[in-house]
């Protein structure tokens, strides 16, 4: 993977391997070589383009999913002022109180990425689609002015969208060099990628 490309011999064998000694997600974690795993997707890839995957969801006229994976969208939650306060009441006249109040020790807790919903983030060659328990967001690949890749995510940037939308997933960088591929591809992305046997 040293010219960040693999040839065909070079992924039939690699996939030879990878099925024989039974490498799944949690085999590669647990072995610590995530980076290498993710370079080695990104130079297949490069150098033979993506394949044909399973999915769910409902695709329209030629459309092809090439990736799908589960995710979590993320989103920022609000800032917040953590302080302890105090107060008195006391009475100045009938049916009137007055109440005075103080706060102490405030501390101010900066905003966090938190889990907004989880589900799945499907890539297809028109668009990426999550379907989240309580949200589903798409992003039309011709729409797209950045794809932003993060060590445990990857975020969009949309023409005509002010959120950027932030998704946690294991393989981000594989859907990545996906996307890159595709975009490349020009207008006859279907043909050129790899289908099932029928």
Not at 26 to 51: F, K, P, Y
Not at 121 to 136: A, D, E, N
Request: proline residues 2%; charged residues 25%.
């Amino acid at each position: 993977i040293r010219d960040d490309s693999l040839e065909v011999a070079e992924a039939q064998t690699l996939m030879h391997i990878v099925s024989t000694v039974g490498i799944s997600d949690e085999v590669i974690d647990q072995a610590g070589i995530r980076d290498l795993w993710n370079r080695t997707q990104i130079a297949a890839i490069n150098g033979m383009g993506v394949s044909e995957a399973h999915t769910d969801l409902l695709l329209r006229g030629g459309e092809v999913a090439v990736f799908e994976e589960v995710a979590d969208l993320m989103g920022a939650q609000r800032g917040r002022f953590v302080g302890q306060s105090y107060g008195l009441s006391f009475r100045v006249a009938k049916g009137v109180r007055l109440h005075t109040s103080w706060l102490e020790g405030g501390v101010v807790v900066p905003p966090e990425l938190v889990v907004k919903d989880y589900g799945l983030l499907t890539l297809t060659t028109r668009r990426v689609v999550f379907t989240g328990q309580t949200k589903t967001i798409e992003c039309r690949l011709d729409k797209m002015v950045g794809v932003n890749l993060l060590n445990d995510g990857i975020s969009f940037n949309m023409t005509n969208r002010e959120r950027v939308d932030l998704f946690k997933l294991k393989n981000a960088p594989k859907m990545a060099a996906s996307i890159n591929w595709i975009l490349d591809q020009g207008e006859d992305v279907e043909a050129r990628v790899h289908r099932f046997a029928s």
